[in-house]
T-cell receptor, first 112, second 113 residues
Framework: EPEVTQTPSHQVTQMGQEVILRCVPI?????FYWYRQILGQKVEFLVS????????KSEIFDDQFSVERPDGSNFTLKIRSTKLEDSAMYFC??????????FGSGTQLSVL | GNSVTQMEGPVTLSEEAFLTINCTYT??????LFWYVQYPGEGLQLLLK?????DKGSNKGFEATYRKETTSFHLEKGSVQVSDSAVYFC????????????FGQGTILTVHP
């Protein structure tokens, strides 16, 4: 069964550093998403991406965040200058039609 | 505003017990409602959904009915198995795309033999 793949599974970085979280969506999907879950809190929507542009983003997704689909297969989330409060599990998801989402198993980001 | 509230967990049951996980929501407009499940080491998977009032979503023996009058979407299963041990998330979306989900806090379910 096709699945969404996220790498790395765990990323440790120093505050102020840039990080790139990588995702390989299911190959025929057109809609892509990033969510995050801070420890002990709810899973939160960050951004949706369709037709090579952001279709919707949350208040969390400020200028420090960006997304890119650089090569037609990968979907990346970049945080330019990480803060302690960016520590969270980040989930990528994709969908063929925007209805049923398929999630990856997540990248645990730890900012020290 | 939009929010989803799930019953406090964790929930621990014996095999073949009856399961209920409560979920209530607030939303503007007419939300679609979902239950997602996350097994250990895996991503969230859609378990079931309902898109309008009185619809019943069902899958793998789990059921949930969209109750507009009580703004609820409680998850039930008549007889749980050890393999049902997972984290269960209630969610809704009110946008034109299903992709922007608002999640509850998740409920950890552990089923013992």
């Amino acid at each position: 069964e096709p699945e969404v793949t996220q790498t790395p599974s765990h990323q440790v970085t120093q505050m102020g550093q840039e990080v790139i979280l990588r995702c390989v969506p299911i190959s025929n999907h057109l809609y892509f998403y990033w969510y995050r879950q801070i420890l002990g809190q709810k899973v939160e929507f960050l951004v949706s991406f369709y037709n090579n542009e952001i279709s919707e983003k949350s208040e969390i997704f400020d200028d420090q965040f960006s997304v890119e689909r650089p090569d037609g297969s990968n979907f990346t989330l970049k945080i330019r200058s990480t803060k302690l409060e960016d520590s969270a599990m980040y989930f990528c998801a994709s969908s063929a039609s925007g209805e049923k989402l398929f999630f990856g198993s997540g990248t645990q980001l730890s900012v020290l | 505003g939009n929010s989803v509230t799930q019953m406090e967990g964790p929930v621990t049951l014996s095999e073949e017990a009856f399961l209920t996980i409560n979920c209530t929501y607030t939303a503007t407009g007419y939300p679609s409602l979902f239950w997602y499940v996350q097994y250990p080491g895996e991503g969230l998977q859609l378990l079931l959904k309902a898109t309008k009032a009185d619809d019943k979503g069902s899958n793998k023996g789990f059921e949930a009915t969209y109750r507009k009058e009580t703004t609820s979407f409680h998850l039930e299963k008549g007889s749980v198995q050890v393999s049902d041990s997972a984290v269960y998330f209630c969610a809704h979306t009110t946008g034109t795309s299903y992709g922007k989900l608002t999640f509850g806090q998740g409920t950890i379910l552990t089923v013992h033999p």
